[in-house]
């Protein structure tokens, strides 16, 4: 039996999916309501298994492997679980050099 997962989002984390949308919908609303929307299908489907999910590499490589990340291109999401709990805690563009971002992030 597949494990239910509840998923919360942290502040920043709502704030990228924003500023997402806001990007993309300079250019196409209707892309940008699509985009956010399957974000959050994703994470929130019955079939998101998160602890299926790669521990993020650039973190890794530092020996933090408490974050993991599902792609849905060209986003990364990226989340912590404890217990039954998912927070996903950044979205960002992957074609991006994510370490800084993730560091000060993600080690405040």
């Known amino acids: 039996m597949r494990k239910k997962f509840r998923v919360n989002w942290a502040g920043p984390a709502r704030l990228d999916l924003i500023d997402i949308s806001e990007f993309i919908a300079e250019k196409s609303p209707t892309s940008a309501l699509k985009s956010v929307k399957k974000i959050r299908e994703r994470v929130s489907s019955p079939y998101f298994e998160p602890e299926r999910c790669r521990v ?6 530092q020996g933090i492997t408490k ?36 560091f000060k992030r993600l080690l405040r």
Do not use: H, M, Q
């Open 67 to 102: 974050y993991r990340e599902l792609i849905i291109s060209p986003w990364r999401i990226i989340f912590e679980i404890d217990d039954k709990t998912v927070l996903i805690v950044v979205v960002a563009d992957g074609r991006r050099n994510l370490e800084d971002l993730l």
């Open 56 to 61: 993020v590499p650039e973190l890794a490589n």
